[in-house]
């Protein structure tokens, strides 16, 4: 049995990365491959318990420090419990965020040197990276705006932080694509979502059959 695919979808706030991985998953199964759609932080029972930790309460809650910590707790058991098995079983994995996240809002964002994020990553999860990565690309302002509709006043405490926070998360963001262009595809999503859907899918035809 061959080893699944690891995918992974990327972006700033409201560029639609749970709409698209199930609808991802949704045109990968008809094409006959198997999918599982998952999140971070979360996707296990573990990491689940630690994404309400993050997500909730005031954005000063933790520090950026802290939140990489608990953010590498979370991945670790993810990718142990879920990931790891998944791929193993010849599944293909669709993940709603994974370390490029932490990367971005913890380490460029919140002043966390990238090269301790990967060293939590390395311990805490082996380095496991996505063979494909998916950043949804979008301008702050449509962002904030599909946010605003999403989330009708109930923010978590990322989304909610300021606009010069997400400038700096996609500024990271499109630096790691640049710098990783054989792992990383752009997907411009201020499209409609059929399109965005259609444009990951012909960035995998080298891997469907």
């Known amino acids: 049995m061959s080893r699944g695919r690891f995918l992974s ?3 700033g706030e409201g560029a639609g990365k749970s709409t698209q991985a199930r609808a991802l998953a949704a045109a ?15 996707g296990s029972a573990g990491a689940e318990a ?11 809650r933790w520090s950026a420090r802290a939140e990489t910590l608990l953010f590498a707790a ?10 790891r098995p998944a791929l193993d079983e010849g599944r293909w994995v669709i ?23 990967l ?5 805490g999860s082996e380095g496991l990276l996505p063979d494909r990565t998916f950043l949804l ?12 509709l999403r989330d009708r006043g109930a923010s978590d405490r990322f989304a ?22 054989e792992r990383f595809r752009r997907i411009d999503a201020a499209q409609p979502p059929e399109a965005v859907t259609a444009a990951m899918l012909a960035a995998l035809a080298d891997w469907l059959p």
């Open 50 to 60: 630690i994404r309400a930790l993050l997500l909730e309460g005031e954005p000063g």
């Open 95 to 117: 993940c709603d965020r994974f370390v490029d996240s932490t990367r971005a809002y913890q380490g460029v964002a919140g002043g966390i040197d990238d090269a301790d994020v």
């Open 137 to 148: 690309t979008l301008s702050l302002a449509l962002g904030a705006e599909r946010s605003a």
């Open 160 to 181: 909610a932080r300021g606009s010069d926070f997400h400038a700096a998360v996609a500024t990271a963001f499109a630096h790691f694509a640049a710098a990783e262009p």
């Open 28 to 42: 990968l199964r008809e094409r006959g491959v198997e999918a599982v759609v998952t999140r971070e932080p979360g």
């Open 74 to 83: 979370a991945r670790a058991d993810h990718v142990e419990k879920v990931i």
């Open 119 to 123: 060293a939590l990553h390395a311990f």
């Open 9 to 11: 979808l990327e972006g």
